[in-house]
C-alpha cells in the first residue's frame, strides 16, 4: 500500500496552466505505475493519463493529448501532471492512483488502481 496527497489544484483562466503534484510515501514507490483521473459534477471519474514504474511508457486520454504532460521523479516518491492550454471541460477534481500490476491491459481501469488520493480541485474559467 501507497498513500497519496494531491496538490496544486486551484482557479485559473481558459488557456492558462497548473502543475499538479502527488506526495507518495513508502520505499517502492518506484515499482508502481501511476495514473491521473479526473471527476467533473454529474459524470464519472475517467482516465487522464499513465506513467510507467521506470516512466518510459506514458500513456493519456484523447481529450488532454498534446496539452497535459504526466511525469515522475522517483527520488522524490512524486508524480506531475503539467495541464496546459486548459479549458473549461478540464474542470474536475482531479486524483492520482497507484497500480502495481504489470500489465498495462485496461490502464484506464479506474478499478485496477489499488491507492487513491484524496482528490486536488481544479477550476476553469471562460
Known amino acids: 500500500q501507497v498513500q497519496l496527497v494531491e496538490s496544486g489544484g486551484g482557479l485559473v483562466q481558459a488557456g492558462g496552466s497548473l502543475r499538479l503534484s502527488c506526495a507518495a510515501s513508502?520505499?517502492?514507490?518506484?515499482?508502481?505505475?501511476m495514473g491521473w483521473f479526473r471527476q467533473a459534477p454529474g459524470k464519472e471519474r475517467d482516465f487522464v493519463a499513465r506513467?510507467?514504474?521506470?516512466?518510459?511508457?506514458?500513456y493519456y486520454a484523447d481529450s488532454v493529448k498534446g496539452r497535459f504532460t504526466i511525469s515522475r521523479d522517483n527520488a522524490k516518491n512524486t508524480i506531475y501532471l503539467q495541464m496546459n492550454s486548459l479549458k473549461p471541460e478540464d474542470t474536475a477534481v482531479y486524483y492520482c492512483?497507484?497500480?502495481?500490476?504489470?500489465?498495462?491491459?485496461?490502464?484506464?481501469?479506474?478499478?485496477?488502481?489499488?491507492?487513491w488520493g484524496q482528490g486536488t480541485q481544479v477550476t476553469v474559467s471562460s
Open positions: 492512483a497507484a497500480d502495481g500490476q504489470r500489465s498495462s491491459a485496461s490502464y484506464y481501469n479506474l478499478q485496477r488502481y489499488d491507492d
Open positions: 513508502g520505499r517502492t514507490f518506484s515499482i508502481y505505475a
Open positions: 506513467i510507467s514504474s521506470s516512466g518510459n511508457s506514458l
